[in-house]
């Protein structure tokens, strides 16, 4: 008899120690993730995404608002007093018509000297898969037959900050060759 106690107890404890640890994994699983808390470390700081140019700030706004427009981007908030662009542009991957990108930017120019500015952007972007899956009528729930529905979905299969340098410097130099195509407009008018 006290063996069928002791094993009904043990039993009992271990009952107890599983919902106990259960309580406590589901605690600490529900805690805040503190890597936002990283954010304005320098280890997260975005490389490459900054340029100073020898030129005043409303030849580098009008070079900058033309890159945008040239490449496609829609221009969802202009503050010249601020110094402030933003712009949008979704892009279909051209190998999978089912994925796209969503690039949101933000451009702050801000004036250095009376014939010098700086710009600096930060953009981010959003992979987004587009499924579509279709729902059969099934003869004996065996045999699909012909389809009765189609169901669409979208997946953000990623989102972040744009962190590659080339996405940055391709902008600086359109700017830079825009800067140059003005530059010498007003020069030849002289």
């Not at 065996?142 to 189609?150: A, H, K, N, Q």
């Amino acid at each position: 008899m006290t063996y069928f106690l002791e094993k009904k107890r043990a039993g009992f404890l271990f009952l107890v120690a599983f919902s106990l640890s259960g309580l406590l994994g589901s605690v600490t699983g529900c805690a805040s993730n503190d890597a936002y808390r990283q954010a304005f470390t320098s280890n997260e700081a975005v490389q490459g995404n900054s340029r100073t140019y020898a030129s005043p700030v409303t030849d580098v706004w009008n070079a900058s608002l033309e890159v945008l427009a040239h490449q496609g981007f829609t221009v969802s908030l202009s503050n010249r007093q601020d110094g402030i662009l933003n712009a949008e542009r979704k892009m279909t991957d051209p190998n999978d018509s089912d994925l796209s990108y969503d690039i949101t930017t933000t451009v702050t120019l801000t004036p250095i000297e009376k014939q010098s500015s700086q710009i600096v952007m930060t953009a981010n972007e959003q992979t987004i898969r587009y499924q579509k899956t279709h729902t059969w009528w099934h003869l004996l729930w065996l045999i699909p037959l012909f389809p009765t529905g189609t169901e669409y979905n979208t997946v953000v299969r990623h989102s972040g900050t744009v962190s590659d340098n080339k996405f940055y410097a391709a902008f600086f130099d359109g700017v830079s060759s825009e800067l140059e195509k003005r530059n010498l407009k007003s020069f030849q008018k002289q």
